[in-house]
C-alpha cells in the first residue's frame, strides 16, 4: 500500500537565543525526520505580535495568519523549549495563545506533537516541557510519545553542535513516536 501524502513537519523553536541549547536539539531532531517528510522551521515565535483578541479574527495580522495557515497543512509539528522560572519562554506561550485560536477549533486540534526541551541543570526543563505537553493535550493536539525533557544539556551537546549518542536515541524514540501518530491520523 503506497504511504498517503502528508504535509510537513513544522519545526518550533521557543528559544529565541540562536545558539540555544534547545535550537540545537530541535534542529538534530528535524534531521531524523524520514525523508517522506519536508521539514520546515519556523521563526513565528519571535514574529508574533503580543496576543489581543480585539486583533484575532478577521482582523488577526498577517504574521498569525501566515503561522497559522503554516500549522494547518502540517503532517505534524515538533516544539523545542528552554524552561525559564519553572515554565515555558513567555514568547512560546503567545505563539500557542495565538495559534489555538478559534478555541476548539483552531489548527493544532487533531494534530500530532512532539514536545521536548532541555535545560543546564539536573531536571532538564522537566517542569516546562510536561506542561507543554499537558497544555497541547488539553487543546486538542495530540502529544506524541513521551515529551523529552534533557538534564545537564551543556553537557549532552558537543562541539559542532551535535548531541550525544544518549540524547540522539531518545529523539530517534521520539521521533518514532511522532510518525506513529501521523500515520494513525485518518487520511482526508
Known sequence: MPEQAVGPIVLVAGSLRSGSY???????AGQLVPD?????????VRALPHYDADLDG???????????????????????????????????KNWVDW?????????????PVAVLGGAPNARGAATAVNWLGTLLDRLGAVVAGVPLA????????????SVSDAVDRQLVDLIDALVMAIDAVPAG
Open 36 to 44: 517522506r517528510f519536508q521539514v520546515i522551521e519556523s521563526d513565528d
Open 99 to 111: 495559534v489555538t485560536r478559534p478555541v476548539r477549533q483552531h489548527v493544532l486540534v487533531g494534530k
Open 150 to 161: 534533557v538534564p545537564e544539556i551543556a553537557t549532552e551537546i558537543e562541539p559542532g553542535g
Open 22 to 28: 534547545t535550537k540545537v536539539l530541535l534542529g538534530r
Open 58 to 92: 478577521e482582523r488577526a495580522p498577517e504574521t498569525v495568519r501566515r503561522a497559522r495557515a503554516t500549522l494547518a497543512t502540517a503532517a505534524a509539528v515538533i516544539i523545542a523549549t528552554p524552561e525559564y522560572n519553572s515554565s515555558i519562554p513567555g514568547g512560546l
